[in-house]
């Protein structure tokens, strides 16, 4: 089985379904709810191990009792959490989801800025073997170790590059493989052109660099090369979450030696997938959902 260690943020995301985002202060009722587990690289953990991968989570949290929400809820889904570390007199991280009709979110989101960034154990807690790394930038040292120990091991080491980009500069020089959602390449380039952008980011650190857009697709660049890979013909209920899963079944197909271009097809997928469903991690498709979907669906013109 294919072992893919992922770095960074793990939340509880509590999630409000609404006809319109809130405008004025005031009371507003939802038409449903949830509770589920959220954060970057948890959330791409979780989706590995339910397309068939081994997803090991290293992450920070407080010793109350979201920490405890959290844990459980990455350990029924499969999820390996021996380095998930828990600091005494902190707290852990949750969310406020709202999500309208047409399956745009907004979220609201506190952090505890009191929680240790130092990253030095990580190094320590590594397994000896793994097949691909993947950190978001929430923990910005987490993130340059592991990029440092995939590098150094000829592994491959995704970065999953949302804004802020800058505090995570060291792991961004240290990835072979940085996918930026747009709003992370815009932060980055500070302009809203994403092809240039795209050309200079890929000049920059000289490695594979690619952008995601919705259903506008994935554009890639790797040196003179580049390329484009349509997103999949959905009506999306549910968008949360979409990105993080991308990264995770993008890192896992690299671990499985695909090509950049096979692994974006299939993140497309698993994150089109997702979409249609509102069911939190309970709606991550599985290996054979995906496959299945992938030779029936069409993709955007």
Known sequence: MVRIVTAGVAVVDFVFYLDEMPRLAEKYRARDARITGGGGAANAAAAIARL??????ASRLGDDQVAGLIVAGLKADGVDCRMV???EGRRSSFSSVFIDQAGERQIVNFRDHALPMEAGWLEAALPLHFDTALADTRWPDGAE????????RGLPGVLDAEAPIR????????????????????????????????????????VFVCVTDGANGVRWRHGDASGFEAAYEI????????????HG???????????????IRFANAVAAIKCTKTDGRAGYPTRAETETFMNEARTCS
């Open 145 to 152: 170790v592991l990029m440092r120990t995939a590098r150094d």
């Open 85 to 87: 570390r828990r600091f």
């Open 235 to 246: 009506t999306p209920l549910d968008t949360l979450g979409a990105g993080d899963i991308w």
């Open 249 to 263: 079944a993008f890192a896992l197909r690299l671990g499985e030696g695909a090509a950049p271009g096979d692994a």
């Open 167 to 206: 505090e995570a500069e060291a792991a961004l020089n240290l990835a072979s493989h940085v996918a930026f959602s747009a709003q992370g390449l815009r932060d980055w380039a500070g302009h809203a052109d994403l092809d240039r952008a795209l050309v200079d980011i890929a000049a920059e650190t000289g």
């Open 52 to 57: 068939g991968g081994e997803a090991m989570l």
